[in-house]
Antibody, heavy 117, light 107 residues
Framework: QVQLQESGPELVKPSETLSLTCSVS??????????WGWIRQPPGKGLEWVGD???????YYNPSLNSRVTISIDTSRNHFSLSLTSVSAADTAVYYC?????????WGQGTLVTVSS | DIQMTQSPPSLSASLGDRVAITCRAS??????VNWYQHKPGKAPRLLIY???NLQSGVPSRFSGSRSGPDFTLTISSLQPEDFATYYC?????????FGQGTKVDIK
C-alpha cells in the first residue's frame, strides 16, 4: 500500500520561502508510470493544483504561481519536495502531496501551512 | 486554461436518494475528467477517473458519464458516508483545474 507523508514548517513569514517534503513509502518514486504532485486548499476554498514532477525530472507548474514554485525529486530518498518563494497570506493553505496516473489516486494527509509574521 | 464549472454548489438529499453533480468544461478535456470526494480533515479520495472508470475499492453506487461538454457524477443511492464535498478535475491540459466543489449534506 503506497503511503505519502508531508513534512515541513507549519508557519512561514511573509516574503520568505515555503518548503515541504513528501516522503513516499510502499512503492518506488522512480516508477515511470506516475507523476508526483502538490495540490493545496486555502481555508474555506476549493482545491488548487500547484505542480507535478516525474522521476525523470520533467515538471509541470501552475502558471498562476508566477514562477515562484519549484518541485524537485530525490529518488535515492524516495521523496519529492516543494519550494514556494516570496509567500504571502494568500499562500496559507493545506498542502497535499499525491500520486497521479490519470487522477490522483494516493494522497498524503495534508499539512496546514500558515503565512504570518 | 480549461475552466470546470461545477453545479450545483450545494445540495441537500436524503438517504437512498439518487444524486447527480455536473461539470461543464470551457474547452474539451477529451475524456480526462476525474471526480473526488473530500471530507473535512481528510485527504481527497479519487472516485472516478477518465470520465467513467471506477477507482479500485470505490463502491459501485458511484458512476461517471459524459454528454457533450457536460460530465456527471452520479450516486445511485446515497449512504451516510457519502455526505461530503465533491470535486471534478480535468487532467487533459495543464494547468490541471478543479471545479468549485459541490457540498452534499443531509436534508
Amino acid at each position: 500500500q503506497v503511503q505519502l507523508q508531508e513534512s515541513g514548517p507549519e508557519l512561514v513569514k511573509p516574503s520568505e520561502t515555503l518548503s515541504l517534503t513528501c516522503s513516499v513509502s510502499g512503492g518506488s518514486i522512480s516508477s515511470s508510470s506516475y507523476y508526483w504532485g502538490w495540490i493545496r486548499q486555502p481555508p474555506g476554498k476549493g482545491l488548487e493544483w500547484v505542480g507535478d514532477i516525474h522521476y525523470s525530472g520533467t515538471t509541470y507548474y501552475n502558471p498562476s504561481l508566477n514562477s515562484r514554485v519549484t518541485i524537485s525529486i530525490d529518488t535515492s530518498r524516495n521523496h519529492f519536495s516543494l519550494s514556494l518563494t516570496s509567500v504571502s497570506a494568500a499562500d496559507t493553505a493545506v498542502y497535499y502531496c499525491a500520486r497521479r496516473l490519470v487522477g490522483y489516486d494516493y494522497w498524503g494527509q495534508g499539512t496546514l501551512v500558515t503565512v504570518s509574521s | 486554461d480549461i475552466q470546470m464549472t461545477q453545479s450545483p454548489p450545494s445540495l441537500s438529499a436524503s438517504l437512498g436518494d439518487r444524486v447527480a453533480i455536473t461539470c461543464r468544461a470551457s474547452q474539451s478535456p477529451s475524456t480526462y475528467v476525474n471526480w473526488y470526494q473530500h471530507k473535512p480533515g481528510k485527504a481527497p479520495r479519487l472516485l472516478i477517473y477518465a470520465t467513467g472508470n471506477l477507482q479500485s475499492g470505490v463502491p459501485s453506487r458511484f458512476s461517471g458519464s459524459r454528454s457533450g461538454p457536460d460530465f456527471t457524477l452520479t450516486i445511485s443511492s446515497l449512504q451516510p458516508e457519502d455526505f461530503a464535498t465533491y470535486y471534478c478535475q480535468q487532467t487533459y491540459r495543464t494547468p490541471w483545474t478543479f471545479g468549485q466543489g459541490t457540498k452534499v449534506d443531509i436534508k
